[in-house]
């Protein structure tokens, strides 16, 4: 059964912090919708997310997997954006509360004169329960498919908060290709590594991020949003002042750096050696 709910927000823009629908009942759980009208960090466009709330009061290993669109109407019900008519379903638990999309309308377009009339959005959401688990075993190991690939429902938390939701950040690859899920693998470790507190990561560590980062980006990811991220925990970590020992540690890191160095320059020789 599809369930629908109609959301008008007036004077929009003059909106500028996470706004939230009142709390609603389907399946068994509690559910909002959220808004960021400036959007979030990274991000230039209207984001929306679906929540599972108040989930004390849910059981272990509880789950629901569900369908849901998001629709986007000015106050004279033209439609504005449709978010994707995806058939698989999504799994919400304990590990994953939202999904969502943080790339809706241009923020530029909704800032346009008479773009919103009355300055009223609507926004219509249509959501289909397809499982209900009320109680089992912990979901934080159970496998999902993450853009062709399997991992872990607590690392999905990770990726979601890491990896900008753009087609531009991602490749193309069909599910069977092993090898590109492989690098999706390291694309992750990489994430995990810096996300991690600036002051416990070395330069070294940093260097040898932007090696493995450089080879996924000749296999076709477009990641600069990760150069960045690592130029700037660079940056910290340069920063950072001397203390007892510290001095030894810059020194270590630069002889690891230059390790690392020669050893792309090596497998990049044996390449060159082998396609001559």
């Excluded at 679906?50 to 998001?70: I, Q």
């Excluded at 289909?128 to 853009?147: A, F, I, P």
């Amino acid at each position: 059964m599809e369930h629908t709910l109609s959301w008008v927000i007036e004077n929009f823009s003059e909106k500028n912090d996470v706004i939230r629908t009142a709390d609603f009942s389907i399946s068994g759980c509690e559910w909002c919708v959220c808004v960021h009208p400036k959007g979030t960090a990274g991000s230039d466009h209207l984001c929306l997310y679906l929540h599972v709330v108040n989930t004390d009061s849910l059981s272990l290993g509880w789950k629901r997997r569900a369908s849901y669109c998001f629709v986007l109407l000015n106050q004279s019900g033209k439609e504005l954006f449709r978010s994707a008519e995806d058939s698989r379903c999504t799994l919400f638990c304990s590990e994953i509360l939202s999904w969502g999309y943080n790339k809706t309308l241009p923020l530029s377009k909704l800032q346009e004169k008479g773009f919103l009339k009355k300055n009223k959005l609507t926004i219509k959401i249509y959501i289909k329960v397809l499982e209900v688990v009320h109680q089992g075993k912990s979901t934080e190991n159970e496998m999902l498919d993450y853009r062709g690939f399997q991992i872990p429902a607590s690392q999905i938390v990770l990726l979601n908060k890491n990896v900008p939701y753009d087609p531009n950040h991602s490749v193309d690859f069909e599910p069977e290709n092993q090898a590109v899920k492989t690098k999706y693998r390291n694309l992750l470790r990489i994430v995990e590594t810096l996300s991690k507190p600036p002051q416990s990561l070395s330069l070294a560590q940093l260097c040898k991020a932007q090696s493995e980062v450089n080879a996924l980006e000749e296999a076709g990811f477009k990641l600069d949003w990760l150069n960045s991220k690592i130029e700037e925990l660079s940056l910290e970590c340069k920063k950072e002042p001397l203390s007892d020992g510290s001095r030894v540690r810059q020194l270590e890191d630069r002889v690891n750096n230059v390790e690392l160095t020669l050893w792309d320059l090596k497998v990049e020789l044996d390449k060159e050696k082998i396609l001559s």
